[in-house]
């Protein structure tokens, strides 16, 4: 999904740029990261089913949601709030990407000592 998404950039840039064509891919990779955002949301459910982590359900279903709408302002061509919108998606999925593959463990880790606080706080 991150390579998808940095694609996507590189593909806006192009097209900015004055490569009209690359538009055309922009809307064709645009339908393969909604593809990989359900892929995403649907293996973050499942995780979090085995035991996993709770913060990667609602992200991942915010980031499936996310992704079609960033599709519905760019078709309009509103290009300010398509950009923005873009910026955070892109930003996302790199936390996520960095958080897997950095401290897979740390988001579990501060879900449990959260949790511990709140015991002790209760108690």
Do not use: C
């Amino acid at each position: 999904m991150a390579f998808t998404a940095l694609v996507q950039v590189g593909l806006a840039g192009g097209y900015l740029g004055g490569d009209y064509d690359a538009l055309a891919m922009h809307q064709i990779n645009a339908f393969v990261l909604a593809g990989l955002a359900l892929i995403t949301m649907i293996i973050a459910i499942w995780f979090r089913r085995t035991g996993g982590p709770k913060w990667q359900v609602p992200v991942s279903i915010v980031l499936f949601i996310a992704v079609p709408v960033q599709a519905t302002i760019g078709t309009n061509r509103i290009v300010p709030a398509h950009i923005a919108l873009g910026v955070l998606i892109v930003s996302t999925i790199a936390v996520l990407v960095t958080l897997a593959w950095i401290a897979p463990g740390a988001p579990a880790q501060i879900e449990s000592a959260e949790s511990e606080r709140n015991a002790e706080l209760v108690s």
